[in-house]
């Protein structure tokens, strides 16, 4: 008997009559003979109103921050909610089910609160469910520390919790979200868009850590190191509606049809940061990044230039928005130590990015990109690029129209 976690995001246990079609897409698997387990997240918006209760001035007199363990045990809270209300449904409908909360299973992580890892999934809890025929309806996002604390992993974590529970018990995973795939670009951006029936576990994991949000970041990894197979389809349908749609992401071999750009991705979480007038000798970037690093502050694009003045150099540099205001106090903390003129902060910029397995072996994928964007009158700040992707700087307010114009340049809407 094959296994399979089926993942629904929080749009598509929204409400109550929601949650009823999940349970009917659930039993249809069931029926269908396989032993399931199911992932759920929060209610659309609960996480962010749980967020938002650490943002407030009452919280900050708490001391609520998102590394603070405290601050797992109120976001982790969502999830509780439909584990319960989808355990409830499926039992309602004659199946056998129970809930499992992250400690219960358990999902042991390490305690980087608020952005843990999942370390260990011992099976046996899940596999003796598969034996009694009862399918566990697990809470994602959660999980538990050796010693017994609530952890979380990280915004859009639940996906993370499905690989990792599909890699745990030997079985599938399919992610059912409020679009029926993994898109050339964000159907909500472009309508343009057309749906991928396959991509490479590689393409996906650039496409996510670029900004397209479909799959969390560490989910494409987690399938693509254990090997998971992985589908991406709508929840917003009933069992047996849609067959075989969605998007499979699978190994670069298994695509016959090769393309060179498959997607186009954009982030406006990105802050940059420009450093004037720093002394132009060895050690100097080294002195910045690693102070940052100790911060812990991931920073992405960098870009170096020689200044007019002989001896002097400027740098620019990105990091996520959150963490921009504490990467201006680091360097300015050691304004005197590293030597610099002037640091100046541009959180309206936004990154856009191509990304496409087929760059390896061909040329011209830069030259279209610059000159679409040039003809659009979008101005590039920073360029950054590896094996398979090209990713641009540019105004924010130029975001839409950057994803179009190169989403149309490389014939996207065509495929
Ligand atoms: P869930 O709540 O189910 O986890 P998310 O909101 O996290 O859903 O992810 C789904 C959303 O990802 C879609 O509604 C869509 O707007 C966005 N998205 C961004 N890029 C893409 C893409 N390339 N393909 C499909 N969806 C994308
Ligand atoms: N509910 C969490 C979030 O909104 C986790 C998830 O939905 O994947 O980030
Ligand atoms: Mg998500």
């Not at 959660?142 to 890699?167: E, F, K, M, N, Y």
């Not at 850590?209 to 349908?237: D, I």
């Not at 132009?280 to 200044?307: C, E, K, T």
């Not at 990015?353 to 700040?381: C, D, P, W, Y």
């Amino acid at each position: 008997m094959s296994r399979l976690v089926m993942k629904f995001g929080g749009t598509s246990v929204a409400d109550l009559e929601r949650i009823r079609r999940v349970g009917r897409l659930v039993a249809a698997e069931v029926a269908a003979g396989h032993q399931v387990a199911v992932v759920v997240s929060a209610m659309s918006g609960k996480t962010n109103e749980l967020v938002a209760w650490t943002d407030g001035a009452g919280a900050a007199a708490a001391g609520l921050d998102p590394s603070d363990d405290e601050y797992d045990t109120v976001v982790a809270s969502g999830e509780q909610i439909t584990a319960g209300l989808l355990a409830m449904t499926l039992r309602h409908m004659g199946l056998k089910a129970r809930s499992f909360l992250g400690w219960q299973v358990p999902i042991l992580t390490d305690d980087a609160h608020g952005r843990a890892r999942i370390e260990d999934i011992p099976p046996a809890k899940l596999l003796a469910a598969f034996e009694a025929g009862e399918i566990a309806v697990i809470a994602g996002f959660q999980g538990v520390t050796p010693d017994g604390r609530i952890t979380t992993l990280g915004r859009g974590g639940s996906d993370t919790s499905a690989v990792a529970i599909a890699a745990a018990v030997g079985g599938a995973c399919d992610i059912y979200t409020d679009v029926d795939g993994v898109y050339t670009t964000d159907p909500r951006i472009e309508q343009k868009a057309r749906k991928l029936a396959k991509i490479s576990y590689e393409e996906m994991l650039e496409m996510a850590s670029l900004g397209a949000k479909v799959l969390q970041t560490r989910s494409v990894e987690l399938a693509m190191a254990q090997r998971v197979p992985v589908r991406v389809l709508s929840s917003f349908v009933e069992p047996g509606e849609a067959p075989g749609q969605g998007t499979i992401v699978c190994d670069e071999e298994e695509i016959v049809e090769k393309r060179i750009v498959s997607g186009v991705a954009y982030s406006r979480d990105e802050a940059k940061i420009t450093l004037y007038g720093l002394p132009d000798h060895p050690g100097v970037s080294s002195s910045i990044f690693s102070r940052l690093a100790d911060a812990n502050v991931n920073v992405d694009m960098i870009v170096q230039s020689h200044a007019r003045t002989a001896g002097s150099a400027n740098m620019e540099f990105t990091v996520g928005k959150r963490d921009a205001a504490r990467a201006v106090e680091i360097v300015k903390g050691a304004q005197a130590e590293i030597g610099f003129d002037e640091v100046a902060v541009n959180e309206d910029v936004a990154k856009v990015s191509v990304i496409g397995v087929g760059m390896r072996s061909h040329t011209g994928v830069a030259k279209t990109m610059f000159g679409a964007l040039a003809e659009k009158g979008v101005n590039i700040q920073v360029i950054s690029t590896s094996e398979i992707k090209i990713s641009v700087l540019i105004d924010a307010a130029y975001t839409e129209l950057a994803v179009r114009a190169l989403h149309a340049a490389y014939g996207l809407d065509q495929l």
